[in-house]
DNA sequence: GGGTTACTTTACGCATCGGTAGATAAGGTG
DNA sequence: CACCTTATCTACCGATGCGTAAAGTAACCC
């Protein structure tokens, strides 16, 4: 057994990134209305009250949480993009590796941020969210095509409706990690999509209607 | 103020469908756990124990309507796609069709089975509701491909997210009805979602290393 | 040692909400 | 009209969980 915590004292920036490690965890476990303070304090491993001391009150704490996950994820999906002088497609590739290589490294934050606060008080937060993602991928596909940003934005939410759905299978499905077999699951889970959603995508024309041919 | 109800007595089949509509209604506007008993009786304008007589406990009540709401998408979606014997790229036009069709015209069903119930005690059958969708995409696929099912199973969630991603955007944009212009918006999504993952659907088939099993 | 303060323990107020018991009346039947 | 069945309502209980108050304890710094 774990031996008694002999009390430590700790900064106070210290133990607010404890208590929200801890959140994290616990949201992304039994949900937001399914996760109780207490659970969050046990898992931190401290008291009740310091949790209200160093995260504020259960929304304000839940709130936290989205953010830095949020940040975290838009942060690195953004810096694998790269500049903007470069070719579009491998942006879009690089972009697509970092997204999936987020969620396989942080499935916690992902959890918390795409399944467990699409409803309450947060949908708001999360469609934000989601939309700046989104708006980055039209950013991106509206410089690779030469199209106004308001043709594309339909395929960007299709594109990351896609990701979503990829990755979605990628954590649970079991035998998900058998299909994909060995080396960087990010790797494939990009390459996966970019077969899929690359043809027609390339296919969208800048003047024009969709080319949609049967 | 209205008039007061004057207490009609109806026959219990009608009552639990009033219950049932009401309680769809809450649970796709406030989620599971924003919704009370007392909001789905004042919906259905009946006192609470009636609730409780027509629709059994919370969770029952829940799970009535993901059952009725997923049967009738499964149902809509699958008739829709025809007989195995036809061509199956239409097929899944078809098929993809209806599936924007039941959106649109049953918003508050699809609310309460894709947004309201991935956490919690019914995350497993929402789950399992998805997977019964992604089946079907898949088996529409491994069709049209001359491919085992395993293969285009991955290819089959990214499918079902792109749709999502795209109904999301629909639902939810209020610049979305400008941008589809004027007709169905069922074939204009359908369309949409065809040109973007068509092409790259038909060239899966030949890349992978398929032959090798017997 | 002494002081500061992070931290714990314990207990409680309070609101919300699922669920139920007993009373009430509506409608059919003789 | 008397009366019985039962659909329906008013009023209530109990549990859960957020949030906090009060008082004591011990760790780090000088």
């Given at each position: 057994m774990t031996s008694e915590a002999p009390r430590r004292r700790l900064a106070?920036?210290?133990r607010r990134l404890?208590?929200?490690?801890?959140a994290v965890a616990v949201f992304s476990e039994e949900g937001f209305h399914g996760a109780s303070m207490d659970a969050v304090a046990v898992r931190a491993g401290v008291s009740k009250p310091l949790v209200y001391v160093h995260g504020g009150s259960k929304d304000e704490l839940f709130a936290a949480c989205l953010h830095r996950e949020a940040d975290r994820l838009l942060r690195s999906v953004q810096s694998a993009a790269g500049a903007p002088d470069e070719e579009?497609?491998?942006?879009?590739?690089?972009?697509?590796?970092?997204?999936?290589?987020?969620?396989?490294?942080?499935?916690?934050?992902?959890t918390v941020l795409w399944r467990q606060a699409s409803t309450g008080p947060f949908a708001g937060e999360v469609d934000a969210l989601r939309?700046?993602?989104v708006e980055q991928a039209a950013d991106l596909m509206a410089g690779g095509l030469g199209v106004p940003r308001t043709r594309v934005l339909p395929y960007a939410h299709t594109l990351v409706g896609a990701a979503e759905g990829l990755a979605h299978w990628?954590?649970?499905?079991?035998e998900a990690a058998a299909t994909t077999g060995p080396g960087d699951p990010a790797d494939?889970?990009?390459?996966?999509?970019?077969?899929?959603?690359?043809p027609g995508l390339a296919t969208i024309a800048p003047s024009g209607a969709v080319s949609d041919e049967r």
């Amino acid at each position: 057994m774990t031996s008694e915590a002999p009390r430590r004292r700790l900064a106070p920036e210290v133990r607010r990134l404890q208590v929200l490690d801890a959140a994290v965890a616990v949201f992304s476990e039994e949900g937001f209305h399914g996760a109780s303070m207490d659970a969050v304090a046990v898992r931190a491993g401290v008291s009740k009250p310091l949790v209200y001391v160093h995260g504020g009150s259960k929304d304000e704490l839940f709130a936290a949480c989205l953010h830095r996950e949020a940040d975290r994820l838009l942060r690195s999906v953004q810096s694998a993009a790269g500049a903007p002088d470069e070719e579009p497609p491998a942006r879009l590739r690089r972009a697509l590796r970092a997204f999936f290589h987020a969620l396989t490294t942080r499935r916690q934050g992902w959890t918390v941020l795409w399944r467990q606060a699409s409803t309450g008080p947060f949908a708001g937060e999360v469609d934000a969210l989601r939309r700046r993602i989104v708006e980055q991928a039209a950013d991106l596909m509206a410089g690779g095509l030469g199209v106004p940003r308001t043709r594309v934005l339909p395929y960007a939410h299709t594109l990351v409706g896609a990701a979503e759905g990829l990755a979605h299978w990628w954590l649970t499905d079991p035998e998900a990690a058998a299909t994909t077999g060995p080396g960087d699951p990010a790797d494939v889970l990009a390459d996966m999509l970019v077969a899929v959603v690359g043809p027609g995508l390339a296919t969208i024309a800048p003047s024009g209607a969709v080319s949609d041919e049967r």
